[in-house]
C-alpha cells in the first residue's frame, strides 16, 4: 500500500512539473509573439511616416471624422493611448490615410469592432497602446506597447509620473525596451 502511495506521489509531483512547465512555455510563446508583431507595426509605421511625413494620426482634425466615442466603455477603451491605436489600424490598412495605400493588413484576432471601431488586439487580446503626439517613454517617435500578461498597465500620459512606467508593472512590453 505504501509503494502505491508513493507511485501515485510521484506521478501527481511529475505532472505538477508538466503542468507548470507548459504554462511558462505558452506565456513565453504568447510574449514572443506580442514582441514580433511589435516589431512587425513599428516598421509599417516607419514606412508610413516616409510616405506622409508623420505617424498617424497626421493631426487631430484629420482623423476626427471617425466618430471614436469609447467614452463610458471599460477602461483601456476610453483611455486615449488605446483609442489611438484605432488609429494606427486605419492608417495602416489604407482605410483612412491620405494615399490610401495598404502598409500592413490584420487578421481577425488581431482587432475587434467597437462602438464601429477597429481597435487592435495584441496577442493576450488587449488593446495595444498607441501614443503618437506626446510620447514619453520613447519620446524619439512614437509609444506603442502591450500591457502585458497582467492586462494592467503602467503606461501613463501624465509625463509628471515618467518612473511609474516601469515601477507599476513590469510585464508592459514596449517599443522603447530593447
Given at each position: ?40 507595426m513599428e516598421v509599417s509605421l516607419e514606412a508610413y511616416k516616409a510616405d506622409q511625413g508623420a505617424y498617424p494620426p497626421l493631426d487631430a482634425a484629420a482623423f476626427n471624422n471617425m466618430n471614436i466615442n469609447l467614452t463610458g466603455s471599460a477602461n483601456y ?102
Open positions: 500500500m505504501i509503494e502505491l502511495l508513493m507511485v501515485i506521489l510521484i506521478m501527481l509531483i511529475l505532472f505538477g512539473i508538466v503542468v507548470g512547465m507548459s504554462r511558462y512555455v505558452s506565456d513565453k510563446a504568447l510574449q514572443n509573439q506580442t514582441i514580433a508583431e511589435l516589431h512587425t477603451y476610453s483611455n486615449p493611448a488605446w483609442t489611438s491605436s484605432a488609429y494606427i489600424y486605419r492608417a495602416l490598412t489604407g482605410s483612412n490615410n491620405p494615399s490610401g495605400k495598404v502598409y500592413m493588413t490584420f487578421n481577425s484576432r488581431q482587432h475587434i469592432i467597437f462602438n464601429n471601431t477597429d481597435i487592435l488586439l495584441d496577442p493576450r487580446g488587449n488593446p495595444w497602446g498607441y501614443n503618437p503626439l506626446a510620447p514619453i517613454a520613447n519620446p524619439k517617435s512614437f509609444d506603442l506597447f502591450s500591457v502585458g500578461k497582467d492586462g494592467i498597465s503602467g503606461y501613463t500620459t501624465n509625463s509628471a509620473l515618467v518612473s511609474q512606467i516601469y515601477s507599476i508593472t513590469n510585464d508592459d512590453i514596449g517599443n522603447w525596451q530593447r
